[in-house]
């Protein structure tokens, strides 16, 4: 079956301007959690969502938002970009919600966007 | 809090073992989870462990002691494709189903010929 899949790939944006990611997550999976990944913070979690809920969110300001569409598909908008946004944001989906906790509810992580602000 | 510890490099050679430690201090455990990362890609699963013990899957072992907060990942009969980042992560659970994950900064591994 298809992976997650993320767009854009790569994208080049100015300060001030906003940005929004898409993820689909594997058919079947409910769950998607969105991180941020840079060289010197490693990963780190923005938020969750399941059925369409925001169910986790990390320590990030309220410039960062997502939301999950009915098909569990979900965004995330960064809005006002900074220089320190730029970085590798990584989206993973799983089966948490719909089994009870295992070892089988792994993420299983998209590609990412990679989002540069100049 | 929770918090993450492992090296930020290592190296070692081809045909050689190695062992990437990680330890950590989190509430909620429910389990630790190690990826691989090659440059450029996505982070992919590797292994998994929630009770005290060693996990074996072909050249990749996995051990955890939950009363220590300390895991390693033991990579045998080292590849030049095993030079990658490995990333050691805790996940909590919240509320019902939910998870939570928590990475830690990654070990960079560099296997030389």
């Known amino acids: 079956k298809a992976g997650v899949t993320q767009t854009p790939r790569y994208l080049i944006k100015t300060r001030g301007q906003q940005v929004t990611l898409s993820c689909s997550p594997i058919s079947g999976h409910r769950s998607v959690s969105w991180y941020q990944q840079t060289p010197g913070q490693g990963l780190q979690f923005l938020f969750e969502y399941f059925s369409e809920t925001q169910r986790n969110k990390g320590n990030f300001p309220g410039r960062f938002s997502g939301r999950q569409f009915s098909n569990s598909r979900s965004e995330m908008n960064v809005s006002t970009l900074e220089l320190g946004d730029s970085a590798l944001y990584l989206c993973?989906?799983?089966?948490?919600?719909?089994?009870?906790?295992?070892?089988?509810?792994?993420?299983?992580f998209g590609a990412g966007s990679r989002l540069t602000v100049l | 809090g929770q918090n993450i510890d492992q090296p930020t490099e290592m190296t070692a050679t081809e045909g050689a073992i190695v062992q990437i430690n990680c330890t950590y201090q989190?509430?909620?455990?429910?389990?630790l989870f190690w990826y691989q990362q090659h440059a450029g890609e996505a982070p992919t699963f590797l292994s998994y462990n929630v009770l005290d013990g060693l996990e074996e899957k072909g050249r990749f072992s996995s051990f955890l002691s939950r009363s220590k907060g300390y895991s390693y990942l033991l990579l045998k009969e080292l590849q030049m494709k095993d030079s990658a980042s490995y990333l050691c992560a805790v996940r909590a659970l919240t509320g019902s189903y939910g998870q939570n994950f928590v990475f830690g900064p990654g070990t960079r591994l560099s296997v030389l010929p």
């Open positions: 989190t509430s909620g455990f429910n389990g």
């Open positions: 993973a989906s799983s089966l948490a919600g719909q089994v009870p906790s295992s070892g089988a509810n792994v993420l299983t």
